[in-house]
C-alpha cells in the first residue's frame, strides 16, 4: 500500500522531472555533444532524484515499454493494411478479437451451409468474402499475414531465400531442430536435401515397404482395438500405427531394445510431439519463448524432458548408425530404413552429422504424425458418409491385392480409386491446409501486399478448394475429380490450386512415404473391417490445434469382417 502511495504521488512529479531533464540533457548535449558521454548523459538526467523514486520511474517505463511492445505497437503495424484492397484485418489479443476492419472482401457466395466440409471457419470465410486475398492480424505481439489468393501463394513458394521457418523459434526448433532440413537456413537445407532426397525416391520405397506393411500386419490383424459395439476415435488407433511405422522405417529396426523408461519409443515420442506444441501455442511463450521457463515449471519440466530424450535418441542413431555399417541389418527381402538409405546417399563431401540425422528424425516426426493419422481417419469418414464411394475403394483394393502378399510400388499404382479417394480426402478435411508460417528476413511486396521484415508470412491453401471459381462441385466428395477419363475428371486451371504436400523446392520430401504409408494401412483395414458412423452423426468443424482435425474425435463403429478371408 505505502509503494502503491508513494507511486502515485511522485509519479507524476518523476515524468515532468524527467521531461525537464531530458530537455536541459538535449540542449546541453547539442551545445557539448563532442565532449558530452552518455554516461555523463545520465547522471544529468536522474541528478537529485532518490533511489526509490528512480527504480519506480524506470519501472514504470519498463511497464510502459512492455504494454507498448506486446500491444500498442502491433495495432498500428497491422493497421496500415486496412486500405488494401482484399484484406481482412483483425487484432486480436490472446485469440480474441478486439478490431476488425475489412476492405474490398466482395460479396458472399451461395453455399449449402449444411455442407459438413464448410463449417470449418476459414473455410466458410472465403464464401463469405470470396475476393479475400489476405488476412492481416497478430501472433502475440508479431504481425501475421496469411495469404489466401493461389496466385499470391505462388509469389512465396517462388521465393524461399526471403524467408527463415518460423518454428525455429520452438524449444524443439532452439535445441534440436535448428539441425533438420525441414528448419534449416537455405544453404544448410540445399546440402540436406541432396543426401536425404534419396532416400524418398521410387526405388526406395519399394525397399522401405516391408518395414510399412510388417506394422501394418501388427497392428490390423489384430482385432483387440474393436468390440463393434461402442464408437471408438480410430485416429488414436492411426496415430499409433503411423509413430510406429514411422519410427521403425527411419531406423530400420524393430527398436524393441529401446524403451525409454519401459515405454516403447514410439509412444514416448508422440506423447513429446504433443506437449511440445501445446507449450509452444501457449501465451507465455509466445511473449517470452524459453525465458518462460524461469517462473513456469511446466516449461521447465518440459526443457528437462527435450534435452534427456534428445541424449536418448542420439545415443539410437549412434547404435543404429554402427550396426548398419557392420552390416548387422541386412534382411533377405531387401528392406532398408531410412537411416541406411542416407548413409549410403552420403560421402565425405556430402554427409550428416549425428545431429544432423538425429534433427531430421524429429523433423520427420513433427511433419508426419499427426498429418497422417488424421487424413487416415478422415477418409474413413468420408466412406462412411459414402457407401457407395467406400464400396468402390474396397472392390479396388480386392481387384489389385489377394491380401496376403507382399506390396508392392506397382500393386499400389493399380490402387487408383483409393488413390483418388486419398487426394479427395486432402482436399475437404486437409490437415495441413497451409505453409508453416516464415519469418520474413527482408522487406518485400507480396503482390500490392507489403510485407516487413520480421513480420510472419503463411499461405493458406483450404477455402480456395471450396470456392466455386475454381473447383467444379466443391461441397460434394467426389473421387472421380482426379482420375483421368472419368466424366467428373478436372483439369485444374493453376498447378498452385491445389497440391496436398506444398509446392517448389520446399515442397514436402516425404510425400512418397506418406502415401505408401496410408495406402498399406487401408489396403489391410478397409476388406477386414465393417465400420459406420453413429446415428444423427454430424461432422464438427475442423480446429487448428498440431494440425487441422475436427474439434470433437470422429467416433465409429467396428468390427472385423466375418468373410474377409474368402475375398
Known amino acids: 500500500m505505502q509503494i502503491e502511495v508513494i507511486l502515485n504521488i ?6 515532468k522531472l524527467i521531461n525537464s531533464r531530458l530537455q536541459g540533457s538535449y540542449n546541453f548535449f547539442l551545445n557539448n555533444y563532442r565532449e558530452y558521454t552518455a554516461m555523463q548523459f545520465f547522471i544529468r538526467l536522474f541528478e537529485g532524484f532518490s533511489l526509490l523514486n528512480t527504480v519506480l520511474t524506470v519501472l514504470a517505463f519498463l511497464v510502459v515499454g512492455f504494454i507498448y511492445r506486446i500491444f500498442i505497437k502491433p495495432f498500428f ?120 532426397s534419396g532416400a524418398f525416391d521410387f526405388d526406395s520405397m519399394r525397399k522401405i515397404m516391408p518395414i510399412i506393411q510388417e506394422v501394418a500386419k ?51 515420442i508422440n506423447a513429446f510431439v504433443k506437449r511440445q506444441f501445446s507449450i509452444f501455442m501457449s501465451l507465455q511463450y509466445q511473449i517470452f519463448g524459453n525465458t518462460a521457463a524461469l517462473w513456469n515449471s511446466t516449461i521447465r519440466r518440459e526443457r528437462k524432458r ?55 528424425f524429429f523433423g520427420f516426426s513433427f511433419a508426419g504424425t ?19 464411394i467406400k464400396q468402390k475403394v474396397i472392390e479396388d483394393i480386392q481387384t489389385h491385392w489377394d491380401g496376403q502378399s507382399p506390396l508392392t510400388p506397382e500393386i499400389l499404382n493399380k490402387i487408383e480409386y483409393l488413390h483418388a479417394s486419398l487426394l479427395e480426402t486432402l482436399r475437404v478435411m ?18 500490392d501486399i507489403p510485407i516487413k521484415k520480421g513480420y510472419l508470412v503463411q499461405a493458406y491453401f483450404s477455402p480456395t478448394l471450396f470456392s466455386p471459381w475454381w473447383i467444379k462441385n466443391p461441397e460434394q466428395f467426389q ?24 509446392f517448389g523446392p ?38 487448428r490445434r498440431a494440425t487441422m482435425e475436427p474439434r470433437e474425435p470422429i467416433k465409429m463403429f467396428i468390427k472385423p469382417k466375418s468373410n474377409w478371408k474368402k475375398n
Open 10 to 15: 511522485n509519479f507524476g512529479k518523476n515524468i
Open 306 to 360: 527435450l534435452f534427456e530424450l534428445g541424449k536418448f535418441v542420439e545415443n539410437m542413431v549412434e547404435i543404429i548408425s554402427g550396426r548398419i555399417k557392420r552390416g548387422e541389418l541386412k534382411n533377405a527381402d531387401g528392406r532398408k530404413g531410412i537411416l541406411e538409405l542416407i548413409l549410403e546417399n552420403s560421402n565425405e563431401n556430402d554427409s550428416l552429422t549425428n545431429m544432423e540425422l538425429m534433427g531430421n
Open 479 to 502: 473421387p472421380e475429380r482426379w482420375i483421368k477419363g472419368r466424366e467428373a475428371y478436372q483439369q485444374l486451371e493453376d498447378v498452385f490450386i491445389f497440391n496436398p504436400f506444398s
Open 218 to 268: 501388427e497392428f490390423f490383424e489384430n482385432e483387440t482395438f474393436t468390440n463393434g459395439k461402442e464408437p471408438q476415435a480410430l485416429q488414436q488407433f492411426f496415430l499409433a500405427y503411423t509413430w510406429e511405422a514411422l519410427s521403425r522405417s527411419f531406423f530400420g529396426d524393430d527398436l524393441k531394445n529401446f524403451t525409454p523408461g519401459g515405454e516403447p519409443f514410439s509412444k514416448i
Open 430 to 447: 486437409s490437415p495441413v491446409p497451409f505453409l508453416l508460417p516464415r519469418v520474413a528476413i527482408r522487406d518485400h511486396m507480396i503482390g
Open 506 to 543: 520446399r515442397n514436402c520430401i516425404g510425400q512418397h512415404f506418406a502415401m505408401t504409408q496410408m495406402k498399406i494401412a487401408m489396403c489391410y483395414f478397409l476388406p477386414r473391417f465393417e465400420f459406420s458412423l453413429p446415428p444423427d452423426f454430424k461432422l464438427p468443424p475442423m480446429v
Open 77 to 196: 503495424q497491422i493497421r496500415a493494411y486496412k486500405n488494401i484492397p482484399g484484406v481482412l484485418v483483425t487484432y486480436k489479443i490472446g485469440t480474441k478479437a478486439i478490431w476488425e476492419h475489412k476492405n474490398s472482401v466482395g460479396e458472399p457466395l451461395e453455399f449449402d451451409e449444411d455442407s459438413p466440409f464448410y463449417r470449418t471457419e476459414n473455410n466458410t470465410l472465403l464464401l463469405k468474402y470470396p475476393n479475400l486475398k489476405a488476412i492481416v492480424t497478430n501472433l502475440a505481439h508479431n504481425p501475421h499475414i496469411t495469404i489466401i489468393d493461389h496466385n499470391l501463394t505462388a509469389e512465396i513458394i517462388k521465393n524461399p531465400d526471403y524467408y527463415m521457418n518460423f518454428l525455429r523459434n520452438t524449444m524443439f526448433g532452439k535445441v534440436y531442430g535448428r539441425y533438420a532440413m525441414i528448419f534449416s537456413t537455405p544453404a544448410v537445407w540445399k546440402r540436406q536435401r541432396k543426401v536425404i
Open 370 to 388: 499427426d498429418t497422417s493419422s488424421n487424413t487416415a481417419s478422415n477418409l474413413l469418414y468420408c466412406l462412411a458418409a459414402n457407401p457407395e
